[in-house]
T-cell receptor
Framework: AAGVIQSPRHLIKEKRETATLKCYPI?????VYWYQQGPGQDPQFLIS???????DKGSIPDRFSAQQFSDYHSELNMSSLELGDSALYFC???????????FGSGTRLTVV | AQKVTQAQTEISVVEKEDVTLDCVYE???????LFWYKQPPSGELVFLIR??????QNEISGRYSWNFQKSTSSFNFTITASQVVDSAVYFC????????????FGTGTSLTVIP
């Protein structure tokens, strides 16, 4: 069965650079969620989209933005990267009346 | 305030021992979902179980079992006859479908199974 696809799996950026993370949800899932997991921490909710509209917002920094496109994939754009942005970034999708999530394998971002 | 509390930060057991991971949650919603995820060193979040608030039946899946008690707002996870491959961080999570459906994770319990 198709899963949530995240790309890239690993990303190394320098301070003040920008990064774009991509998420391809399970087919027919209309909702996408982004989470950030710092080292030794639990995942923290950043933002979610339903039917291409932002549906909920968590602790997402102003330097970050995200959107969901017409094909339901989503991108998380991160600018002016800081060392503290180094984390695992998870995308999850849900839909079709199922209230659970399916998580992607995550993107490990390292800012140096 | 933390909606999901996992009081055990780290647990070490010897292989073949049983171990219970505690999870206490807090919600005002009558409809909610509880989850357990396993996060091995490779980092991915592996889904273990989902339980909705209307189903208090305990569940067993192989060496894993879950005890859901609404009266104490707990959703504990027991691994029977632990194995080295069970070593991982385990997260309990809560979602409230009527208020955004975002996940609230506990802080995780790091389980080490010693051979």
């Amino acid at each position: 069965a198709a899963g949530v696809i995240q790309s890239p799996r690993h990303l190394i950026k320098e301070k003040r650079e920008t990064a774009t993370l991509k998420c391809y949800p399970i087919p027919r899932h209309d909702t996408v969620y982004w989470y950030q997991q710092g080292p030794g921490q639990d995942p923290q909710f950043l933002i979610s989209f339903y039917e291409k509209m932002q549906s909920d917002k968590g602790s997402i920094p102003d330097r970050f933005s995200a959107q969901q496109f017409s094909d339901y994939h989503s991108e998380l754009n991160m600018s002016s990267l800081e060392l503290g942005d180094s984390a695992l970034y998870f995308c999850a999708s849900s839909g079709g009346g199922y209230y659970g999530y399916t998580f992607g394998s995550g993107t490990r971002l390292t800012v140096v | 305030a933390q909606k999901v509390t996992q009081a055990q930060t780290e647990i070490s057991v010897v292989e073949k021992e049983d171990v219970t991971l505690d999870c206490v949650y807090e919600t005002r919603d009558t409809t909610y979902y509880l989850f357990w995820y396993k996060q091995p060193p490779s980092g991915e979040l592996v889904f273990l179980i989902r339980r909705n608030s209307f189903d208090e039946q305990n569940e067993i899946s192989g060496r894993y079992s879950w005890n859901f008690q609404k009266s104490t707002s707990s959703f504990n996870f027991t691994i029977t006859a632990s194995q080295v491959v069970d070593s991982a961080v385990y997260f309990c999570a809560l979602s409230e479908p009527n208020t955004g459906n975002q996940f609230y994770f506990g802080t995780g319990t790091s389980l080490t199974v010693i051979p």
